[in-house]
């Protein structure tokens, strides 16, 4: 297989599922603004909802990426992405980030919480997106 046919195949993705994950996409950019902006204006429990609320929308932005670009079964896009956003979350385990821009992009420490929140941003990612099968026997809709 040539390196043309792998990069086809890679971006072969349906339009109904690529639609799918531009609206997580969106909806995760939209959740992570609403948490800048909660936090902006102080509301209450602002640094639980900036520090975990954040991370979920985070965790759904990256699966939507991911989602455009990998073609794989939707579980194990959600796994990649968990793998991804828990090793990030790691890192200061091993290493202190010198400065603003580095210590925002990996954290400044390893929060346990902050992987719960990121299985549910996956989990929330995978089944959103997720096509709809219908039940077994339920009428077909016209």
Same mark, same amino acid.
């Given at each position: 297989?040539?390196c043309?046919a792998?990069? +086809?195949r890679?971006?072969?993705?349906?339009?109904a599922a690529?639609?799918?994950y531009?609206i997580?996409?969106?909806?995760?950019?939209?959740?992570?603004a609403?948490?800048? +902006? &909660?936090?902006? +204006?102080?509301?209450?429990?602002?640094?639980?909802v900036?520090g975990?609320? %954040?991370?979920? $929308?985070?965790?759904?932005?990256? &699966?939507?990426?991911?989602? +455009? @670009?990998?073609?794989?079964?939707?579980?194990?896009? %959600?796994?990649?992405?968990?793998a991804?956003?828990?090793?990030?979350?790691?890192?200061?385990?091993?290493?202190?980030?010198? %400065?603003?821009?580095?210590?925002?992009l990996?954290?400044?420490?390893?929060?346990?919480?902050?992987?719960? $929140?990121y299985?549910?941003?996956?989990?929330i $990612?995978?089944?959103?997106t997720?096509p709809?099968?219908?039940r077994?026997? $339920?009428?077909? @809709?016209?």
């Open positions: 297989m040539e043309g792998l990069v +086809l890679i971006f072969d993705v349906t339009w690529r639609r799918r531009v997580l996409g969106f909806a995760a950019v939209v959740l992570g609403s948490v800048v +902006l &909660y936090r902006r +204006l102080g509301g209450p429990g602002s640094a639980l900036r975990h609320v %954040g991370d979920v $929308a985070a965790t759904m932005l990256v &699966y939507a990426v991911v989602s +455009l @670009a990998w073609r794989a079964s939707p579980w194990a896009r %959600g796994v990649g992405t968990f991804f956003a828990a090793a990030i979350e790691c890192v200061p385990l091993v290493w202190h980030a010198p %400065g603003n821009v580095s210590g925002f990996v954290g400044t420490q390893f929060d346990l919480l902050d992987l719960v $929140a299985a549910l941003g996956v989990v $990612a995978v089944v959103s997720s709809r099968r219908p077994p026997g $339920a009428p077909r @809709a016209r």
